[in-house]
């Protein structure tokens, strides 16, 4: 059974960037874990932090429901304040090896965008570098060996982004989409307010029309992305990728364990033959 842990800023950024891959993975019988370094507890117009902090979580829960991620792990670490500390990273290291992680699924740790993604991209590429050292204590045993890592995109990382490995999500798209929707505060609520388009999103419990208002106005990423042809033949075939509609790519991060592209389909059984 393989284990991905999947490492995210702020509750709701696993599901967007890597959802599809997550419930593929869980399909197939593999164990997915989310851990997100900050309890989003800033992510709201209205709510207060703390009982926005509790909210947050019971959606995450929600979201593992509808992916079939069997963990979901929230540091208690304010939204806005995350930093690539040494005492934080600490506890990464923790995370990867209390899971036993074969395969780490991260955010890029350099670009623009919310300070608090740039850190944790940051702390998982400086985590795993040590979770095989036994000198480093961090309250777990350490990694025979490396994790497998790739870095997902996020909305501020596209510009830059490689699309190295690219994972057809169309039999998943729903699941997906409820994941997100889990997180009502931020799909039909905050993003929405933001953006400037809250008086459009549907109520929390309309299913149907959640899914279309998020698949509307999250598009960019639930769609395949431009330029990710190519890494969809390589690993699909020309005639299966042809007709995919809906894709996550990934980079292969310049951390972790190096492997070959047949062992990278070893580790990610979700490929079809190429």
Known sequence: MLRTLVIGAHPDEPEIYAGGTAALLARAGHAVKFLTLTNG??????MD???LAA??????????????VIDYDILDTHDGELEPSVAMRSQV???IRGWRADVVIALHGHGPGHPDNRAAGRLAADAVSFVT???VTAGKPPLPRQPVCLIMTDYASTSFHRHEVA???DDVLEAKLDGCLAHASQFLE?????RGFLDRAPAAGDVEAG???VAEHWARFLAVPEGARPALEARYGARHASGVRHAETFERAPYGRQVTEEELRELLPIFGEG
Request: charged share 30%; net charge positive.
């Open 41 to 46: 507890d800033a992510g709201h117009h209205r």
């Open 49 to 51: 932090r703390a009982p």
């Open 55 to 68: 909210r947050r979580a019971e959606e995450a829960w929600r979201a593992a429901d509808a992916l079939g």
């Open 93 to 95: 290291i923790t995370a």
């Open 133 to 135: 050292n036994r000198n």
């Open 167 to 169: 994972v057809d999500v």
């Open 190 to 194: 905050y993003a929405p307010w933001q």
């Open 211 to 213: 899914r279309a208002f």
